[in-house]
Nanobody, 115 residues
Framework: QVQLVESGGGLVQPGGSLRLSCAAS????????MGWFRQAPGKQRELVAR???????NYADSVKGRFTISRDNAKNTVYLQMNSLKPEDTAVYYC?????????WGQGTQVTVSS
């Protein structure tokens, strides 16, 4: 089992920044992928960004150039730095851990971008 604890969500004005963190604990394997997904009201959950243990990164087109994903393997923690936030970034953001086909989710953290 893997437990994921997220932090860093909140309310921010358009153009502002937030940093999300997700700490993983439990049966962590060195070969894994960690990432962030989001789900806005009435929409499907979508990938925002993910990072492999090799440090390869993928981003959704909608966040490229604004969001940066990173990880600290020693702390089993993944971060999402979100800059130039837009109202359409408003959603619940979920941390994800995947290793050898096992998939785990965090409880979600609300990000609201509004003036």
């Amino acid at each position: 089992q893997v437990q994921l604890v997220e932090s860093g969500g909140g309310l921010v004005q358009p153009g502002g920044s937030l940093r999300l963190s997700c700490a993983a604990s439990g049966s962590i394997f060195s070969i894994n992928t960690m990432g962030w997904f989001r789900q806005a009201p009435g929409k499907q959950r979508e990938l925002v960004a993910r990072i492999y243990n090799t440090d390869i990164k993928n981003y959704a087109d909608s966040v490229k150039g604004r969001f940066t994903i990173s990880r600290d393997n020693a702390k089993n923690t993944v971060y999402l730095q979100m800059n130039s936030l837009k109202p359409e970034d408003t959603a619940v953001y979920y941390c994800n851990y995947n290793s050898y086909g096992d998939n785990y989710w965090g409880q979600g953290t609300q990000v609201t971008v509004s003036s």
